[in-house]
């Protein structure tokens, strides 16, 4: 495995299909993320390299997960717009979680977009960090605004909606924006589908019905050759199986700060980074 693949995760390459996860801060520094290279992700330089790959694939269904809270306009609209580029192929996007900010602008690059029920979305307006004299100041002070009609202008494309509607649901609670439900996604046109992850309970009930003995008494032991009331498992095992193959649970309540970038992993960061720890180790 190449660094660029430890950066944005690609795999499943066969039958015309290709998967990529997007999870991280958007266009940080990789030095500024995890320590380990296999955890640091999302820049626009690593997910470029990936292009080339696809099309020589000839990859004809491209479905990309995204599970982060922002980071750089510049790289989103950079990714989206490489996504966008891809000739002959149906771009499928997935968001999981807290999808903030700019990781919402990579989510409309899919012809198919879709949320899961568990979905927070945020779209705010752009923020930046500014030092110098008056003039610098004012600069600065028009380039967000117009980062903020281009964004608005991309929600409004995808949405069917006007960027005025936009604009005013960027501009809520003085320019942070507003979290918004799946279905509050769906009906605001920046996604196609709410997808239910109640599945997941019903596959880990299949599995554990796979598992388990059908023999209510135990199975038959071929030392002894007598049947020995025996349990594939301790009774505790199973719930704690179970809880593994579902999400880790998060607050709601807990809004998680895009422009921070600190040594200090709040309950949900460290939710994300153990969920993204455990999706890589079970992916083939």
């Keep these: 495995m190449n660094q660029n693949e430890n950066i944005i995760k690609m795999y499943h390459r066969t039958a015309g299909m290709v998967v990529i996860d997007i999870e991280g801060v958007i266009g940080t520094p990789e030095t500024w993320q995890f320590p380990s290279e296999d955890e640091r992700v999302a820049t626009y330089e690593r997910f470029r390299t990936l292009l080339g790959e696809i099309r020589e694939l000839r990859a004809n269904h491209v479905r990309v997960n995204i599970r982060s809270r922002g980071g750089s306009v510049e790289d989103a609209l950079l990714i989206y717009e490489a996504l966008r580029s891809l000739e002959n192929a149906t771009i499928e ?93 769906l009906a605001a046109g920046l996604a196609d589908e709410v997808v239910d992850i109640s599945y997941l309970t019903r596959m880990g009930k299949k599995i554990r019905d796979w598992i ?73």
């Design 93 to 185: 996007t997935i968001c999981h979680g807290y999808v903030a900010s700019a990781a919402t602008i990579i989510a409309q690059a899919g012809d198919v977009r879709k949320v899961t029920s568990d979905t927070l979305y945020l779209v705010h307006q752009a923020t930046m960090s500014v030092d110098g004299n008056a003039g610098e100041i004012e600069q600065a002070s028009r380039l967000l605004s117009k980062t903020d009609e281009r964004i608005a202008a991309l929600y409004a494309s995808r949405s069917g909606k006007s960027s005025e509607e936009f604009n005013s649901l960027m501009q809520m609670n003085a320019g942070a924006g507003e979290w918004l439900t799946p279905q509050e996604v």
């Design 212 to 284: 388990l003995p059908r023999n209510p008494r135990g199975f038959y032991s071929r030392s002894s050759q007598e049947w020995d009331v025996q349990n594939a498992a301790p009774a505790v095992e199973m719930p704690d199986a179970q809880a593994k193959a579902l999400p880790t649970p998060t607050l709601a309540k807990e809004d998680p700060a895009v422009e921070l970038l600190t040594n200090t992993f709040s309950a949900n960061q460290m939710a994300y980074s153990q969920d993204i720890e455990a999706f890589r180790s079970t992916v083939v």
